[in-house]
């Protein structure tokens, strides 16, 4: 078997590293989906370890974007101690940002400020001791044409020596289908460059898990655990069309060692710890049995 991430041994770990996406243990702000909670982000800390939760993954994205407080030395701070004091990780940042702003279709002088933007971004997360960016090619910043592939492949062979420099991985999300997202790492290959694998988006654009493990399963060093119908928007799990035992069971054949990080359908506003918990209960449940199955094979 491939291992996605270097082998862990399951047997030896108390219960998977789970992790939210920042921003769902507080109701929305402005109307957005989802956006860095800036109201309440500090007292995230405290209702991801009331929930279970692991970790959590950071945003970074245009509504905030500079008073972000991983943009300061100050608020690095914080956001360690609270880390600390809580015992919830911060792992990972999700550069949304680069959704709404996207390096595709534009000129060159922007390529090149967003560009710069990234660097920036990788050595604020090296200070804050965040090992992966997930960086979005989805939305308004999806690769369409074979002017957009080659325009992906350059910005990311000019960012990739900065992470490797801030030691600081880029995992990608994108829209791409399989092949062609196989065929978009072998024209970036690079150890510091993996996948982000979001179970509900692959769901949503008709692709079949088999076949994308099949196309680029070694390259996936993180996942985001969602539902979704196909075609259409996110739901609670279990509810949608994803075939979330298949993704599970795929996983845990691939001996993942990797953080399972719920990008999941927002709550009523008010009820997102009761939320959050109940749903850490079942993806911990659907890894642990997947991973029965797994040993028992």
Known sequence: MTALNPVIDTMKRSTPYIAVMQGRLSPPENGL??????????NEFALAAQAGLSGIEWLFDVYV????????????????????????????????????RPFLRTT????????????????RCNAAGIRRI?????????????????????????????????NVEIHLETSLAPQRLKLLLEECSHQF???????????????????????????????HVKDRKRGAGTVPLGTGD????????????????GEYVMEIARSEPGQELRWITKHRAWVQRQIEVASERAGAE
């Open 33 to 42: 989906h989802q956006s860095f909670p800036q109201g309440n982000w500090r």
């Open 65 to 100: 974007d500079e008073a972000n407080p991983i943009a300061s030395a100050h608020g690095v701070d914080e956001i360690r101690e609270l880390s600390e004091r809580a015992g919830v990780s911060v792992h990972s940042l999700c550069a949304d940002y680069f959704k709404d």
């Open 108 to 123: 060159n002088a922007d390529k090149a400020e967003k560009t710069q933007k990234l660097n920036w971004l990788l050595s």
């Open 134 to 166: 997930v960086l979005p090619f989805l939305d308004q910043s999806r690769i369409e044409s074979e002017d957009d592939f080659i325009e992906a492949v350059s910005v990311l062979r000019t960012v990739l020596p900065a992470a490797e420099e801030h």
């Open 193 to 223: 460059l993996r996948v982000t694998y979001d179970s509900g988006n692959s769901c949503s654009l008709g692709y079949l898990i088999h076949e994308e493990f099949a196309a680029y399963g070694d390259r996936v060093g993180s996942v």
């Open 242 to 257: 994803t075939d979330l035992p298949a993704f599970f069971r795929t996983l845990a054949a691939r001996c993942y060692g």
